[in-house]
């Protein structure tokens, strides 16, 4: 299962550099980033309606449900918001390449501390001396990466 896991993982990170490809070439002809990004949103939203509502027969959740989320639970829509809009914006002026190792640099950094703190609801997950150097390598391969 754990490998499974990790498959789509990678799947899902090999999509990323795919997504902001296509989302710049949309971009060309409707010309603003921002519409581009409500377009791939709400052509994502379709899609997770349909399989949330149609595929699964899922159902909305209770409004008492709703009422007992923290704030701070609503932010993962924004942060995708933040992302594809950057990618749109970046990748056709840095590539693809550039895009994605920084990206990744990101996430990874962010990740060590939502791990080593506990934060956001995750378990604690100690940070030893060999993430903090694969941190460190993924940073100086992304510096490599963005040279030229």
Do not use: Y
């Not at 749109?88 to 962010?110: F, N």
């Amino acid at each position: 299962m754990r490998e499974m896991l990790m498959a789509l993982a990678a799947l899902a990170g090999a999509a990323l550099p795919i997504q902001a490809a296509i989302n710049g070439q949309l971009r060309s002809f409707v010309g603003s980033p921002v519409l581009t990004s409500l377009i791939s949103f709400f052509a994502g939203t379709l899609v997770l309606a349909a399989v949330h509502f149609g595929i699964l027969g899922g159902a909305l959740p209770s409004v008492a449900a709703v009422a007992r989320t923290s704030p701070w639970m609503w932010l993962g829509g924004p942060l995708g918001t933040l992302f594809v809009l950057t990618a749109i914006i970046v990748t056709p002026k840095i590539g693809a390449t550039s895009m994605i190792a920084l990206v990744i640099t990101g996430q990874l950094c962010m990740a060590l501390l939502l791990d080593h703190f506990g934060w956001i609801g995750l378990p604690g997950r100690e940070v030893g001396a060999m993430r903090i150097l694969g941190a460190g390598l993924l940073l100086a391969g992304a510096l490599l990466i963005t040279r030229n």
